[in-house]
């Protein structure tokens, strides 16, 4: 299946290995900017294997879809979106645009362990998923 990962940190590199390896083709990878000179582990583990890598800061203005960035977006002709440890704030045009829309994963229970250590939170807690 097409899929285009949307997401960020070692997280959702590991998702997206896990995707390859069973065989999914995945069509591009959406993530943030680099930080500091510092590219996100999805974008370098995709960069290396030459996947399509896309970094937008924001996929919507003032409440409404960028019509550049969802046309990039579209442009990969992905069936399915999987959105591993997404941070952003993605229009419902993307999340639905397409075939099979999207799978989105968080690895907290939430809103109870939302935020930048949510794994780490989920640990310490105890909590099973």
Same mark, same amino acid.
């Given at each position: 299946? +097409?899929?285009?990962?949307?997401? /960020? ?6 998702? $997206?290995?896990?995707? /390859? /390896? ?10 943030? @900017? ?17 996947? @399509?890598?896309?970094?937008? +800061? ?13 046309? +990039? $977006? ?9 959105? @591993? ?15 099979? /829309?999207?799978?989105? $994963?968080? @690895? ?22």
């Amino acid at each position: 299946m +097409k899929i285009a990962i949307i997401g /960020q940190s070692v997280f959702a590199s590991s998702v $997206y290995q896990l995707l /390859q /390896q069973n065989g999914h083709q995945i069509v591009g990878v959406f993530t943030i @900017p680099d930080v500091n000179n510092r590219e996100d582990p999805l974008a370098s583990v995709a960069n290396s294997d030459g996947v @399509p890598v896309f970094k937008f +800061k924001n996929w919507r203005t003032k409440g409404q879809p960028i019509p550049s960035v969802l046309e +990039k $977006y579209k442009s990969v002709g992905a069936e399915l979106n999987v959105m @591993p440890y997404c941070s952003q704030f993605i229009p419902m045009e993307v999340v639905q645009y397409p075939k099979h /829309q999207s799978i989105i $994963y968080h @690895p907290s229970l939430l809103p109870k362990h939302r935020g930048a250590a949510s794994i780490n939170w989920t640990i310490i807690s105890g909590d099973k998923l």
